[in-house]
């Protein structure tokens, strides 16, 4: 899995410029992509129409070359069932709740039926009953589904408006989204409901059928999902700061693959430093409640409590589908494109996800000067620990904790741990030396104890002895030889002023 | 043995008659070879002195044959060490002053050395062990318990030693896993290993340990900050049979449910002052190893439940010592324990509330094994409570005619007749403990001294009503090694006098609270207590100069307390202090002398390995 993807990332990454090219010139239409460098600067004569075709196009070719035709199919194929339209249009927008509408109707209809027989009290009708309850459920979950996508292609819209400035939808999203900043990545809150899809209107049939027949509800919205990537812009709203790598989020989840939806955001998205910012003068900012804060030099219309509220959730009723997201990066394992494709639980994770693994480590440790890390927080938490405990194998490999060390001991023959020369309380020369003097000294003894000794077995010892002139001056004599004559002279009691080390000495 | 040494006798005599020409047909016949087979069972070290005695020829075979030595003085060590020239197993313990340089010569001398004990040894480190293990390479068995300045780096040199199979590292503060680790990883043929209070090893350690060594039969792990998962671990050595585990209070019963699982060897088992132990870890320790000899459940918790004691059935073929100290036991739950254990050999109730003279009656009469019973009782419980052991027990006890260790403190209605009983049918006793057993009196201890001639250990705190003729009574007791006799306001220094000249083996003397015993106490013991090695003459009214002759004379004392000893000046410490230098290891004194005392003293004493021990408690006189 990560052998492979070598050939491909450097193909992805050449296409990846390409597209970053054309994203520059695309700048004044497709100013969303690309947040870090665009000049935040209003075209007012660009109107929407002329925006929104490459808009899809660029991001359907961007990674998923494939699906093009596809999608250009069913951009063909739109006004057929429920004429879900793209963009905003009044017209399509009405003809969508004139449809909610007759399905209203319909739902009441038969509601109505129902109560009349329970009136009329008809008996052996319990399995037509049964029947048209399944109808009536079916026909609301139609109806929420409609709804949501026709909010759907109302908001991005809305964004794609903003940024061409147009005044009556700017009123309008200001209706939708809370305050009136500048929203280019809305908050996570109306991210939920961003689901913003081209396909969406083809794949709408597809998706009711497959309510009604109650069969892999999930998977045809996925698919239809996992088309739409790149539309949907990240927020942050909390900015990182220890991230484990547990945040990549893969522990302990496994979700079946279909239970969730599956977002995908850009390089450019991943790595811009700022997610929110400033309508009127540009300033980019990590957190849409500083840039909240920061609006309030703008004027007084953005001190009112309503434009300092933090966006509050809307549409609650919408069926909340878990949210996942995939790496940018072709055939890394986070890609949605991978066989054992595993997805990232959050934007934070997503992002701490891109920088570990496919962008350069360039911070690096001032201390060690060995470890790189690419993420900022790393390299703190790094520095946390960096040069401390570290405990050592006699092998050389150093650990951080002690129970990694251990268990490498464990695993290894031979290896034990490194006791670390620190602790020795005296250090290399002083101490061998020390060490010399302390056995001659104890040598001596045993010499000056017995200096006829016939023993063959200590003979080494005593031509040793021959030349233990030194250890008068030596510092340990005293403590090795004080005691010597005390033995022979049986006196009750003696006292020995230090320096008395030749006391015991005989010959 | 008592008939060799009267067969040695007259050959000393002979010996002494003609000193430099043995001309005894019997000891120039005899082949050196000889004299070793003969040596081979003379055990006993009186009847190896009186050997040595004969002739220079039964002198050199018993140098050549001897394979242990104990010495007790530093000085004398170059000349053993010359003399017995085939030494297997050599005691330093009792050897004061053993630094690096001195264990380097020893070892140098003595290659063959198999068993090494170096315990408290305080001026020891890594390079004396070093050079032992360079020296002796069949080194098997080290102790270095108690031994101050050992770590880590010590455990390392130690480690060198592949072959060894015994280590005890108890109470070497300073190790860590790390040592733990090299002892396990360098010994891999490891079977006993000690690691009490070593507190700082955990876990971690412990699990290495299990790993690298599977041999280990004998594991002592009290008093360690260690859990279940160490006992986890544990449970994974197959050959484990005795298992030590005193006041491990992190671990659980479910740790005991380990154990269980694992291994079937186990034989011994010692849980007590495990606080969070209860009787269900026990139960299915019981189940889980049916070759259970031995458990130690003192001071875990209070109720013996019958689940427990009717699981005491599972091992009653095997089980010979159970101790219950701090157990409720009723008189039913005693005779359960004594109709499935019939093999007991020692049962320890100490503290035990509700044991009764009709219970131990009982106990006895099934349990005719017993030699061990340990029924002090516990000093929160008021005397009333004790009444119920009494010297009918006694009378019971006695018929144990092997019973070997006795202790009774606190058991304040035992009188003269209970121990008249004892005097008279337990030769064997080795121990007995009579601490603040009131009513006993001088003809109690004359009854017991010509009764128990091997008597060994003999506590008799505060047991106020004995004077100078009990203790002359007690001086016929040549093997009497141990003796306290704190409190005891009546003896005087003529008694001390008496057990000085007459008990020969004396190593510890316990004078703490005797106000009545004086300088002259201390010049007998000077002159006569050569073997003494730890001494507490605590608030005896003492003057500086018993004390110098006292510290001067005395080469094998190593702990000495001298606490409270109003009558001895600063002069009079510092001189005696400086007569004892290079002999004391631990030394306990008021604080108050630490600035009073010059720093030059207190410095020698530190190098040369004494540890002080400064107390700070108020002069209170108690009656």
Not at chain 2, 423 to 437: A, F, I, K, P, T
Not at chain 2, 513 to 523: E, H, T
Not at chain 2, 544 to 562: A, E, I
């Amino acid at each position: 899995m990560k052998t492979t993807p070598k050939a491909s990332m450097k193909s992805s990454s050449s296409s990846m410029t390409s597209d970053a090219a054309r994203d520059v010139n695309h700048n004044k239409t497709f100013i969303q992509f690309n947040p870090s460098n665009v000049p935040y600067a209003p075209r007012p004569g660009q109107t929407f129409t002329d925006f929104s075709p490459p808009f899809e196009t660029e991001s359907q070719s961007l990674y998923h070359p494939d699906r093009e035709v596809k999608t250009s199919n069913q951009f063909g194929s739109t006004p057929t069932m429920n004429s879900l339209m793209l963009d905003w249009d009044p017209r399509t927008m009405l003809s969508n709740l004139s449809f909610l509408e007759q399905k209203i109707h319909q739902v009441q209809d038969i509601v109505r039926s129902i109560i009349d027989q329970e009136e009329h009290q008809l008996p052996n009708r319990t399995g037509e009953l049964a029947v048209r309850q399944q109808l009536v459920t079916a026909d609301l979950t139609c109806i929420l589904i409609q709804l949501i996508s026709t909010a759907g292609t109302l908001l991005p819209s809305i964004k794609n408006t903003l940024l061409s400035t147009n005044p009556t939808v700017v009123q309008l999203g200001g209706v939708l989204s809370a305050p009136t900043s500048f929203v280019l990545n809305g908050s996570p809150q109306h991210n939920e409901v961003v689901t913003p899809d081209i396909t969406k209107g083809s794949e709408y049939a597809e998706l009711m059928k497959s309510f009604n027949t109650s069969s892999e509800e999930g998977d045809e919205l996925i698919k239809c999902l996992n088309a739409c990537d790149g539309e949907v812009s990240e927020s942050v709203p909390v900015e990182d700061h220890d991230l484990k790598e547990s945040d990549d989020g893969i522990d302990g989840e496994n979700l079946p693959p279909g239970s969730y939806e599956v977002l995908q955001l850009e390089k450019e998205e991943i790595l811009a430093p700022h997610t929110h910012f400033c309508l009127i003068c540009g300033k980019g900012f990590k957190r849409d409640a500083n840039l909240r804060m920061h609006m309030r030099g703008h004027g007084d219309e953005y001190k009112t409590p309503a434009a300092l509220a933090k966006p509050t959730k809307e549409l609650n009723a919408e069926p909340t589908l878990i949210r996942r997201y995939s790496c940018p990066f072709l055939g890394c394992k986070r890609n949605k494109e991978h066989k054992k494709f595993q997805p990232l639980k959050t934007i934070l994770c997503v992002k701490n996800h891109y920088k570990r693994s496919h962008c350069d480590k360039s911070y690096i440790c001032s201390r060690c000067n060995t470890k790189k890390f690419s993420v900022i927080a790393d390299l703190k938490t790094h520095e946390k620990h960096c040069g401390r405990d570290k405990w050592l194998c006699s092998c050389g490999t150093t650990f951080s904790r002690k129970d990694k060390l251990f268990g490498h001991v464990a695993l290894f023959q031979g290896h034990t741990p490194a006791i670390s020369l620190d602790d020795s309380k005296v250090s290399g020369m002083s101490e061998q030396a020390e060490g010399s003097v302390v056995m001659s000294g104890m040598e001596g003894i045993i010499g000056c104890n017995f200096p006829g000794s016939t023993s063959q077995d200590i003979k080494s010892l005593d031509t040793k002895v021959a030349d233990d002139s030194f250890n008068y001056l030596s510092p340990m004599n005293f403590d090795s030889c004080s005691f010597d004559g005390l033995d022979e002279f049986s006196r009750p009691f003696s006292f020995l002023p230090s320096g008395s080390c030749n006391f015991g000495r005989r010959n | 043995m008592s008939a060799n040494r009267s067969t040695e006798l007259p050959t000393e005599m002979r010996t002494r008659d003609g000193r430099m020409l043995p001309s005894d047909a019997i000891t120039t016949v005899l082949s050196v070879d000889l004299l070793i087979q003969i040596l081979d069972r003379i055990r006993d070290p009186r009847d190896r002195k009186s050997w040595r005695l004969v002739s220079r020829g039964f002198l050199r075979a018993e140098s050549l044959h001897r394979r242990e030595l104990r010495p007790l003085r530093r000085e004398t060590l170059p000349a053993l060490l010359r003399r017995y020239v085939a030494l297997e197993r050599l005691d330093l313990s009792a050897c004061p002053s053993i630094d690096d340089a001195c264990l380097a010569a020893v070892a140098a001398a003595a290659e063959g050395l198999k068993v090494v004990c170096l315990a408290r040894a305080n001026r020891l480190g890594w390079r004396g062990l070093e050079a032992l293990v360079a020296a002796c390479p069949r080194l098997d068995t080290v102790d270095l318990s108690h031994s101050v300045g050992v770590g880590d780096r010590e455990a390392a040199a130690l480690a060198e030693a592949k072959g060894l199979r015994e280590i005890r590292l108890d109470k070497c503060l300073a190790i860590t896993d790390v040592g733990l680790a090299k002892v396990a990883v360098g010994c891999p043929g490891l079977e006993r290993l000690g690691i009490k209070w070593c507190l700082e090893i955990s876990d971690i350690g412990i699990e290495l340990l299990a790993k690298k060594c599977p041999e280990i039969k004998f594991l002592d792990i009290s008093y360690l900050k260690v859990t279940n998962e160490s006992l986890r671990s544990i449970s994974s050595l197959e050959k484990l049979e005795d298992l030590y585990m005193v006041g491990c209070s992190f671990v659980d019963d479910e740790g005991l449910q380990l154990l269980s699982n694992g291994s079937k060897s186990l034989q011994c088992i010692d849980v007590s002052r495990c606080d969070n132990v209860s009787s269900r870890g026990l139960t299915s320790l019981v189940e889980g190893n049916q070759c259970l000899q031995k458990i130690n459940a003192g001071d875990c918790f209070p109720d013996l439940e019958s689940s427990f004691l009717s699981k005491l059935s599972c091992v009653k073929n095997t089980l010979t010592v159970l101790k219950l100290d701090g157990f409720q036991v009723s008189s039913s739950s005693l005779r359960v324990i004594g109709g499935s254990c019939k093999n007991l050999v020692e049962i320890g109730l100490s503290k035990c509330t509700g044991v009764t003279d009709e219970s131990i009656s009982e106990l006895v009469a099934i349990c005719v094994d017993l030699r061990t019973v340990d029924l002090t009782c516990c000093h929160h419980l008021t005397d009333n409570a004790l009444y119920s052991i009494a010297d009918n027990s006694l009378k019971f006890l006695s018929a144990c005619s092997e019973l070997t260790t006795l202790k009774l403190g606190l058991c304040s209605d035992i009188s003269d007749n209970g121990l008249a009983h004892i005097g008279s049918n337990c030769g064997e006793l080795l121990e007995l403990d009579l601490y603040r057993c009131g009513r006993v009196t001088d003809e109690g201890l004359a009854a017991i001294a010509s009764g128990c001639k091997r008597l060994r250990r003999l506590n008799l705190c505060y047991c106020t009503q004995i004077t100078d003729n009990g203790l002359n009574n007690l001086s016929c007791l040549e093997e009497l090694s141990d003796i306290e006799l704190r409190g005891l306001a009546r003896i005087t220094s003529s008694g001390i006098t008496a057990v000085a000249i007459g008990c020969k083996s004396l190593v510890e003397l316990d004078l703490k609270r005797c106000y009545s015993v004086d300088d002259a106490g201390l010049w007998a013991l000077a002159r006569y207590a050569l073997n003494l090695r730890q001494l507490t003459i605590s608030y005896c009214p003492v003057t500086g100069l018993g004390l110098c002759n006292l510290l001067g004379s005395l080469r094998c004392l190593q702990d000495v307390k001298l606490v409270h000893l109003s009558w001895v000046s600063i002069e009079g410490f510092e001189l005696a202090l400086r007569a004892s230098c290079g002999k004391l290891k631990k030394l306990k004194l008021l604080s108050g002398l630490r600035d009073v005392l010059s720093s030059e003293l207190l410095q020698m004493l530190q190098t040369h390995g004494c540890r002080i021990r400064w107390v700070n408690k108020p002069l209170v006189f108690k009656g």
